[in-house]
Nanobody, 123 residues
């Protein structure tokens, strides 16, 4: 069973930065893509970024392009989400997810999910 554990969330002022981490454990999938999503209270889950662990190919939501960076860690099946110039409206629970296959922005195509980490951006 794949398990994902996120860390790095917290409280930050607007225009500040945070880096989220996600460590995956369990049987490796043949072709792994990992992604970050977020969900604010009363809103739908929203795609943030995704990365193919084999190719390094990345894909971002338009709203975060140029400010967020998804990257692979040196440890196997570890990914990071660097977030700069954070905005109050980006306050949400951020989730790490994993799927077997190519990069995807669709949350329902990801089979495994972490418990989420809260990011709060104050104005």
């Amino acid at each position: 069973q794949v398990q994902l554990v996120e860390s790095g969330g917290g409280l930050v002022q607007a225009e500040g930065s945070l880096r989220l981490s996600c460590a995956a454990s369990g049987p490796p999938l043949s072709t792994i893509t990992m992604g970050w999503f977020r969900q604010a209270p009363g809103k739908e889950r929203e795609f943030v970024a995704t990365i193919s662990l084999s190719s390094g190919r990345t894909y971002y939501a338009d709203s975060v392009k140029g400010r967020f960076t998804i990257s692979r860690g040196n440890a196997k099946n570890t990914v990071y989400l660097g977030m700069n110039s954070l905005k109050p409206e980006e306050t949400a629970v951020y989730y790490c997810a994993e799927r077997s296959g190519s990069t995807s922005w669709r949350w329902n195509e990801y089979a495994y999910w972490g418990q989420g980490t809260q990011v709060t951006v104050s104005s």
